[in-house]
């Protein structure tokens, strides 16, 4: 799950992370108002689950209410990667002597979370990560023991030379793994924490990511999630119980069992096509999942050609083919559906799908190349 840029300004500071005051905004009125009471410069930035708001124009710097106001207006309501703005945040404006870059993610290579930190901070880390990997140090965090007090200092050390300033680096980041640690993240960002004008550490920006598997021991993490800002096909799939993913390809990808959807999705791969999507429907027999699958996927306007792939153990195929069968009847996809069915009621299912015109396959690799050609 992401969070926005002020919520996890609110996790940090309460971790005792140096963060700026900050309001956050909904109308120009309002972000003019907050910077009447912030007084002198302030930044007024984008609230939208996007990196890379600084380059898209959502975060300006007002030298006074009007301006603030001007920019607030211009960046509520813009698009940031297809998002739509509903938010700003504005704060004092910092004046910045450096950028730097700190962060900490579950490195699923390494198996531990592991500390990135840049002194090449405030731009794409990405970038600076594909372009001089040599610039980020990297710690990876033994679970056992934490963040230990000589880790933080070196890596404190590798960001300023200034001992006060390398210290306060330390703390921030034994603070961050604190926030990281105690918010089930997968994710904690600051890019760029600076030093500002009074020689102090602070983080301008603040980007977390969290764990869904984690959100039910956090109920007050999980009422953070803002579905307005989500991709509300995800949203909607959640609601129906089902295991969805957007992806940029084109064949939609309607499978029973996540391993099973993977392979699926590898198999179409390898005929050359690109998945829509990952969906896993589950084990279950529920002939409505079946239905909201085939929504979901018929709504991708990408998706040109759809593809069942069901292996039947507990779920029963003559269940699902009556789901696919019911789904077309309400509505119409538009598109060529392949079906691959096998397992428990092989053969009812195939006959009730033959009743409606669909001839359902056995293989596996027949169906899935039927498929990508289907939507070549
Ligand atoms: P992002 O582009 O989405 O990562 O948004 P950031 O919050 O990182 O802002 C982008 C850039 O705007 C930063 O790297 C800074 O250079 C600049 N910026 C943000 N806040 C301030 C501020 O308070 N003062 C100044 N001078 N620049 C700022
Ligand atoms: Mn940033």
Not at 178 to 195: D, F, K, Q
Request: hydrophobic letters at 45%.
């Amino acid at each position: 799950m992401n969070i926005h840029e002020y919520q996890a300004r609110e996790i940090f500071a309460r971790h005792g992370i140096p963060v700026p005051a900050s309001e956050v905004a909904t109308t120009p009125e309002e972000a003019a108002r907050a910077a009447d009471r912030f007084g002198g410069s302030v930044v007024v930035k984008a609230q939208v689950h996007a990196g890379g708001r600084g380059k898209a124009g959502g975060v300006k710097l007002a030298a006074s209410r009007s301006e603030a106001r001007t920019h607030a207006e211009r960046i509520l309501g813009m698009r940031i990667k297809g998002i739509e703005v509903r938010r700003v945040l504005v704060a004092p404006a910092e004046e910045i002597a450096s950028e730097a870059y700190v962060g900490i993610v579950l490195d699923r290579a390494r198996q531990a979370d592991t500390i990135m930190v840049s002194s090449e901070g405030g731009v794409d880390i990405e970038e600076v990560a594909a372009t001089m990997p040599e610039a980020i140090r990297k710690l990876a965090v033994d679970p056992r023991y934490g963040l230990l007090g000589h880790q933080a200092a070196l890596l404190g050390y590798h960001l300023y030379e200034d001992p006060r300033v390398a210290r306060q680096a330390a703390s921030i980041l034994a603070r961050l793994y604190e926030a990281y640690r105690a918010s089930g993240a997968t994710l904690a960002e600051i890019n760029p924490l600076i030093v500002n004008a009074d020689g102090d550490v602070t983080a301008i920006d603040a980007k977390m990511n969290i764990d869904d598997n984690a959100l039910f021991r956090m109920p007050e993490i999980a009422a953070l999630r803002d579905v307005e800002a989500e991709n509300p096909a995800e949203v909607r799939a959640r609601e129906a119980r089902l295991s969805y993913i957007q992806l940029e390809g084109n064949v939609g990808c309607c499978v029973n069992g996540a391993g099973l959807a993977m392979a699926t999705m590898d198999l179409v791969k390898y005929y050359g096509g690109e998945p829509a999507n990952f969906l896993d429907i589950g084990g279950s027999s529920n002939p409505d999942k079946v239905v909201a699958a085939l929504e979901l996927i018929t709504e991708d306007p990408s998706v040109n050609s759809i593809l069942f792939n069901i292996f039947g153990g507990i779920t029963r195929c003559d269940d699902v083919a009556n789901g696919i069968v019911e789904a077309t009847s309400r509505m119409e996809p538009g598109v060529p559906i392949t079906i691959r069915l096998t397992g428990t009621n092989e053969e009812q299912g195939v006959a009730i799908l033959a009743d409606h015109g669909f001839e359902a396959m056995v293989d596996m690799d027949r169906a899935v190349e039927t498929a990508v050609r289907r939507g070549a």
